[in-house]
């Protein structure tokens, strides 16, 4: 059972005997997410931080050119970053150049590694007059994968080798091999 401890527009802050979580909406003194969740026990800190430009973790700060999602573990002392679009991170160590997708760096106050998770694509199909299509349907290897959106785009994880994507609506068909970030593909409707 949580305890209340605090609530006020924009932020709510409940604890049990041995951990106390802390909601944030909007902008706080350590991220400008949308949304942060800080839990605390005693195994140390946890900071999730959606739809960020920057971070504050201790003396760390980790700035991006484009909205990324931050996940830290105090006490694996690893940090996820995910992407949705290739951006530039930015922090004491180092100026990255990453494409979309996650990674993880391991050992984020130490001797710094890193490591790719994932990569993202997000495949936007359109006619020939530049509108979106929606519910065009998208293959992997003749495996159905799902259909776009009102805004003729789906987000598309992969790992290691880029993936070849068969888009298809109506009698139209394209191939495409995805690149982390968006890729445009134009289909020629009847």
């Not at 760390?60 to 931050?70: D, F, G, Y």
């Not at 991170?89 to 490591?115: M, Q, T, V």
């Amino acid at each position: 059972m949580f305890d209340v401890m605090r609530t006020e527009p924009g932020f709510f802050s409940f604890a049990d005997p041995t951990t106390t979580w802390e909601v944030k909406t909007g902008k706080t003194a350590w991220t400008d997410a949308n949304l942060s969740v800080l839990i605390s026990n005693f195994e140390g800190k946890t900071l999730y931080a959606f739809d960020c430009t920057y971070v504050r973790i201790g003396s760390e700060t980790l700035q991006a050119t484009s909205p990324m999602t931050v996940y830290f573990s105090e006490r694996d002392n690893d940090c996820i970053v995910m992407t949705a679009d290739n951006n530039t991170l930015s922090f004491s160590k180092a100026d990255l150049k990453i494409n979309a997708g996650e990674l993880r760096l391991h050992n984020l106050f130490g001797e710094i590694s890193l490591e790719r998770l994932t990569y993202v694509s997000i495949l936007k199909v359109l006619d020939q007059q530049g509108d979106p299509v929606r519910l065009a349907n998208i293959y992997i290897d003749s495996r159905f994968i799902g259909s776009t959106g009102k805004e003729g785009t789906i987000p598309l994880r992969w790992v290691s080798v880029p993936p070849m994507v068969r888009v298809r609506f109506r009698d139209s068909e394209s191939l495409v091999r995805l690149v982390p970030g968006e890729i445009q593909v134009v289909l020629a409707l009847q």
